[in-house]
């Protein structure tokens, strides 16, 4: 595969440092020169990674080509280039449907989206691809969990729980504020809340229990993980994610 990047920031840093270190087979990567930092940075990985002159050049020697850029200069930077029917496309980009993309690149080829975080360096996490693809889901399977839905609608629901992961922070952050008033150090509170969180994240991945399972499963009748359940519960906690993420689905499809 000759895989390319227009745009070389944090999520296409990551991606190409999962593909190296899990060894995708890969014939080249090339990278756009617009971030020289963190393609120079790429490059010096692998020999099979270069950094091109120019983001035409990013097509020319690739054939599945990622479109990595943030929403507000898409247009811009689209808008310059010439896409062919041979390039298989696929956008990383927040907010720009599939029909978008297909007017800005003026292209026969494939397209498709896909939301790769930045956990996939590590091979963790998921990545959301739509519509179903399996030139998007066999780099992102080996990077983890790729997810393929048919529908942008569920498309855009996967996106907006991505923008739960300051909260799911400010969660921890609140845990170990309170573990730091109770006398412990900031490094003690953080190391275990750390170790703590990984093996949460860890039961989700072993068998096919709800989540509605793993809750009852870690509540004793009286217990202190019901205790503070409930209190969440009755302050209608849990709830308010619920609005919330439906504002930014509201946003992302332009309803807001």
Same mark, same amino acid.
């Given at each position: 595969?000759?895989?390319?990047?227009?745009?070389?920031?944090?999520?296409?840093?990551?991606?190409?440092?999962?593909?190296?270190?899990?060894?995708?087979? %890969?014939?080249?990567?090339?990278?756009?020169?617009?971030? @020289? /930092?963190?393609? =120079?940075? $790429? #490059?010096?990985?692998?020999?099979?990674?270069?950094?091109?002159?120019?983001?035409?050049?990013?097509?020319?020697?690739?054939?599945?080509?990622?479109?990595?850029?943030?929403?507000?200069?898409?247009?811009?930077?689209?808008?310059?280039?010439?896409?062919?029917?041979?390039?298989?496309?696929?956008?990383?980009?927040?907010?720009?449907?599939?029909?978008?993309?297909?007017?800005?690149?003026?292209?026969?080829?494939?397209?498709?989206?896909?939301?790769?975080?930045?956990?996939?360096?590590?091979?963790?996490?998921?990545?959301?691809?739509?519509?179903?693809?399996?030139?998007?889901?066999?780099?992102?399977?080996? %990077?983890?969990?790729?997810?393929?839905?048919?529908?942008? @609608? /569920?498309?855009? =629901?996967? $996106? #907006?729980?991505?923008?739960?992961?300051?909260?799911?922070?400010?969660?921890?952050?609140?845990?170990?504020?309170?573990?730091?008033?109770?006398?412990?150090?900031?490094?003690?509170?953080?190391?275990?809340?750390?170790?703590?969180?990984?093996?949460?994240?860890?039961?989700?991945?072993?068998?096919?229990?709800?989540?509605?399972?793993?809750?009852?499963?870690?509540?004793?009748?009286?217990?202190?993980?019901?205790?503070?359940?409930?209190?969440?519960?009755?302050?209608?906690?849990?709830?308010?994610?619920?609005?919330?993420?439906?504002?930014?689905?509201?946003?992302?499809?332009?309803?807001?």
């Amino acid at each position: 595969m000759r895989l390319g990047f227009i745009g070389t920031g944090a999520i296409t840093q990551a991606v190409v440092t999962g593909l190296l270190r899990f060894d995708f087979p %890969l014939e080249r990567i090339s990278l756009s020169p617009r971030n @020289a /930092r963190t393609a =120079a940075a $790429l #490059a010096a990985l692998d020999k099979r990674v270069q950094v091109c002159e120019s983001n035409q050049d990013v097509l020319e020697a690739s054939d599945v080509v990622c479109l990595a850029v943030v929403p507000q200069i898409a247009a811009d930077v689209l808008s310059e280039l010439h896409f062919d029917a041979r390039h298989h496309v696929v956008s990383f980009i927040a907010g720009i449907s599939i029909d978008e993309v297909r007017r800005l690149v003026r292209a026969q080829g494939k397209v498709v989206r896909a939301i790769p975080l930045p956990a996939v360096a590590e091979g963790k996490g998921s990545t959301a691809i739509c519509p179903a693809d399996h030139v998007a889901k066999s780099l992102f399977s080996a %990077l983890g969990q790729a997810v393929e839905v048919d529908d942008e @609608a /569920r498309f855009d =629901a996967l $996106l #907006a729980v991505t923008a739960t992961m300051a909260s799911f922070y400010a969660v921890l952050e609140a845990q170990a504020s309170w573990l730091v008033r109770q006398g412990l150090s900031d490094d003690a509170a953080r190391s275990f809340l750390s170790g703590y969180s990984v093996g949460l994240a860890h039961d989700t991945t072993r068998g096919e229990r709800s989540f509605t399972e793993l809750i009852e499963h870690s509540m004793t009748p009286g217990g202190i993980n019901e205790q503070v359940h409930d209190e969440l519960s009755k302050r209608g906690t849990y709830a308010h994610f619920a609005d919330a993420l439906d504002r930014v689905l509201m946003r992302i499809q332009g309803r807001a």
